[in-house]
């Protein structure tokens, strides 16, 4: 019998990024470089431990608008042109560096990926929700979904909004993978008590916190955040492990620093003479990565001073990490059993586009420790339900309100830069839920209308847009998006009014912003959502 438990939990999620009015758009490429360096690899590496009947259990979030994402026509084509295209660069490559003895083992390590990718890609018939869920199915994976458009909750005024987006995301959980999810990753572990009730009532059984969600709880924990905890409405809540997440998410103490693995900044699109990257540039034509990358870390030198990546080190490295996480797990499980005298669980989540994207080696780190970790005796791998399920009588306590983000709580989104995003999205809130109970029974372009003013409010209610603004990052199309659906939220709520929706401009706006082609905008009014949508209950 296992001294203890270890639940890792990888979130997938990006937000909505999707422009049919252009033939090729810059941030279309987040979805596509996930796809190739994070998503597909993550499967690979899943399908590999079925086969070899490696005991494993794996809790895997995957956000809706990134499901919408995965399941669009449109996307699936782009990725493929994507795909594709990187292959040709790898090939070229291959080619340019022939004769070069230290970056050919490079260029052709790039060629496997992108020729591996593609042949994954076709063989899911660019379906990777239908591979997640053959892995579910086989028992590898828990798949649990996150709130409609990865919101922070703490600021969504209105309850009937947030639960909107709570029984928006089960029922998109429940259309791409088969199965209503028992458990919820809160976007950004943004927690407040008001939150929790919602959470049973829209079929939610377990969700996690930061550490100081329960820590900071009433009454305080006993067993610290080594065990779950049972909210006022049932709904059982587990804490984030600060220790191992120290060791894989720190960028100074943690794994994907060390000077042998790959660097993240040092890219051939800005390496590359110009006018051999041209052709795989976006129409404007400025320098940008391109993926193909053969520089490792190396140490405290400047980007351009940085040692040429090797991958033999590289893996050796991932081996010696892996070992020492397993390890370190089970050292401190066998310490947490002996002190507390119960079985202790550590929860471990991270986000998924980390292994593979940002942290190249991070697959293979996975891999090595769920291998490592099946035929140890100390910890046994677990998703939240089998911990829930293990856990059938924990301690009674209302969590604080908490998130993940510097300091824990909610200045990453609220703060200078990003306060005055907020009364205009509080404003949309109160209108939408005006507008739900105002029309009980639309139909026709009423209806459509209604609906689509529900699409453009979860859309702006994204926290991508305000992280995005207060980490300086691609901040213009953080702003532009969040300011293009209020004011299509604002446009249709004034034709609403006026009664004249412009049905042309309408299926413009509809064909755009086309995630949750099955919103019922009456999941917006105060009537109780069990009602409404009694078969969803």
């Given at each position: 019998?296992?001294?203890?438990?270890?639940?890792?939990?990888?979130?997938?999620?990006?937000?909505?990024?999707?422009?049919?009015?252009?033939?090729?758009?810059?941030?279309?490429?987040?979805?596509?470089?996930?796809?190739?360096?994070?998503?597909?690899?993550?499967?690979?590496?899943?399908?590999?431990?079925?086969?070899?009947e490696?005991?494993?259990?794996?809790?895997?979030?995957?956000?809706?608008?990134?499901?919408?994402?995965?399941?669009?026509?449109?996307?699936?084509?782009?990725?493929?042109?994507?795909?594709?295209?990187?292959?040709?660069?790898?090939?070229?490559?291959?080619?340019?560096?022939r004769?070069?003895?230290?970056?050919?083992?490079?260029?052709?390590?790039?060629?496997?990926?992108?020729?591996?990718?593609?042949?994954?890609?076709?063989?899911?018939?660019?379906?990777?929700?239908g591979?997640?869920?053959?892995?579910?199915?086989?028992?590898?994976?828990?798949?649990?979904?996150?709130?409609?458009t990865?919101?922070?909750?703490?600021?969504?005024?209105?309850?009937?909004?947030?639960?909107?987006?709570?029984?928006?995301?089960?029922k998109?959980?429940?259309?791409?993978?088969?199965?209503?999810?028992?458990?919820?990753?809160?976007?950004?572990?943004?927690?407040e008590?008001?939150?929790?009730?919602?959470?049973?009532?829209?079929?939610?059984?377990?969700?996690?916190?930061?550490?100081?969600?329960?820590l900071?709880?009433?009454?305080?924990?006993?067993?610290?955040?080594?065990?779950?905890?049972?909210?006022?409405?049932?709904?059982?809540?587990?804490?984030?492990?600060?220790?191992?997440?120290?060791?894989?998410?720190?960028?100074?103490?943690?794994?994907?620093?060390?000077?042998?693995?790959?660097?993240?900044?040092?890219?051939?699109?800005?390496d590359?003479?110009?006018?051999?990257?041209?052709?795989?540039?976006h129409?404007?034509?400025?320098?940008?990565?391109?993926?193909i990358?053969?520089?490792?870390?190396?140490?405290?030198?400047?980007?351009?001073?940085?040692?040429?990546?090797?991958?033999?080190?590289?893996?050796?490295?991932?081996?010696?990490?892996?070992?020492?996480?397993?390890?370190?797990?089970?050292?401190?499980?066998?310490?947490?059993h002996?002190?507390?005298?119960?079985?202790?669980?550590?929860?471990?989540?991270?986000?998924?586009?980390?292994?593979?994207?940002?942290?190249?080696?991070?697959?293979?780190?996975?891999?090595?420790?769920?291998?490592?970790?099946?035929?140890q005796?100390?910890?046994?791998?677990?998703?939240?339900?089998?911990?829930?399920?293990?856990?059938?009588?924990?301690?009674?306590?209302?969590?604080?309100?908490?998130?993940?983000?510097?300091?824990?709580?909610?200045?990453?989104?609220?703060?200078?830069?990003?306060?005055?995003?907020?009364?205009?999205?509080?404003?949309?809130?109160?209108?939408?839920?005006a507008?739900?109970?105002?029309?009980?029974?639309?139909?026709?372009?009423?209806?459509?209308?209604?609906?689509?003013?529900?699409?453009?409010l979860?859309?702006?209610?994204?926290?991508?847009?305000?992280?995005?603004?207060?980490?300086?990052?691609?901040?213009?199309?953080?702003?532009?998006?969040?300011?293009?659906?209020?004011?299509r939220?604002?446009?249709?709520?004034?034709?609403?009014?006026?009664?004249?929706?412009?049905?042309?401009?309408?299926?413009?706006?509809?064909?755009?912003?086309?995630?949750?082609?099955?919103?019922?905008?009456?999941?917006?009014?105060?009537?109780?959502?069990?009602?409404?949508?009694p078969?969803?209950?």
């Open positions: 019998m296992p001294q203890g438990f270890l639940a890792l939990l990888l979130h997938a999620h990006l937000p909505f990024v999707r422009h049919p009015e252009h033939d090729s758009f810059l941030e279309e490429d987040w979805l596509f470089e996930a796809v190739a360096e994070c998503y597909l690899p993550l499967i690979a590496l899943l399908r590999g431990i079925a086969a070899d490696v005991p494993c259990r794996l809790t895997l979030s995957v956000s809706p608008p990134l499901a919408e994402m995965l399941g669009d026509p449109l996307l699936q084509s782009r990725c493929l042109r994507y795909l594709e295209s990187r292959l040709a660069l790898a090939n070229q490559e291959v080619h340019r560096t004769h070069d003895v230290a970056l050919h083992p490079l260029a052709r390590m790039y060629q496997k990926l992108y020729l591996s990718g593609l042949a994954m890609f076709d063989k899911s018939r660019r379906n990777l929700l591979a997640l869920a053959e892995l579910q199915d086989e028992g590898i994976l828990e798949i649990i979904t996150c709130p409609a990865h919101p922070f909750m703490p600021f969504v005024s209105r309850q009937e909004v947030r639960r909107a987006q709570l029984a928006v995301a089960r998109t959980c429940k259309k791409y993978f088969g199965r209503l999810p028992r458990g919820l990753w809160l976007a950004e572990c943004g927690y008590p008001e939150v929790e009730s919602l959470l049973g009532e829209t079929g939610f059984g377990c969700v996690v916190l930061d550490a100081h969600g329960l900071f709880g009433s009454p305080r924990p006993r067993m610290g955040i080594f065990a779950p905890v049972r909210s006022p409405s049932g709904i059982v809540a587990f804490g984030r492990d600060l220790e191992s997440s120290r060791q894989v998410w720190s960028s100074h103490g943690g794994y994907p620093g060390d000077a042998d693995y790959r660097e993240f900044y040092r890219d051939l699109g800005y590359g003479d110009y006018e051999y990257v041209r052709l795989y540039l129409p404007d034509g400025v320098r940008r990565n391109l993926g990358k053969y520089h490792r870390v190396t140490g405290p030198v400047d980007l351009g001073q940085r040692a040429l990546y090797d991958r033999a080190k590289a893996l050796a490295k991932v081996s010696e990490h892996a070992g020492n996480f397993v390890g370190n797990r089970s050292q401190q499980i066998q310490y947490l002996e002190r507390l005298r119960q079985r202790p669980i550590i929860v471990s989540p991270y986000d998924a586009e980390l292994f593979g994207h940002w942290w190249f080696e991070g697959p293979q780190f996975l891999d090595r420790v769920i291998r490592l970790a099946a035929p005796q100390v910890f046994k791998l677990i998703t939240l339900s089998d911990a829930a399920a293990l856990y059938s009588e924990p301690m009674n306590q209302e969590p604080a309100a908490s998130s993940w983000g510097e300091e824990g709580y909610h200045k990453v989104w609220l703060n200078q830069k990003t306060q005055w995003m907020y009364p205009h999205q509080h404003e949309a809130e109160n209108i939408m839920v507008l739900a109970n105002q029309f009980p029974s639309a139909e026709g372009i009423l209806r459509r209308a209604l609906n689509q003013a529900g699409r453009e979860m859309l702006a209610q994204s926290s991508d847009w305000a992280f995005l603004v207060s980490r300086g990052t691609s901040v213009p199309y953080a702003v532009r998006r969040f300011k293009e659906h209020i004011h939220f604002q446009t249709i709520h004034q034709q609403i009014l006026a009664g004249d929706v412009h049905a042309d401009w309408l299926q413009q706006v509809e064909a755009q912003d086309n995630l949750f082609s099955d919103l019922d905008y009456r999941v917006f009014s105060s009537v109780p959502w069990s009602t409404l949508f078969s969803e209950g």
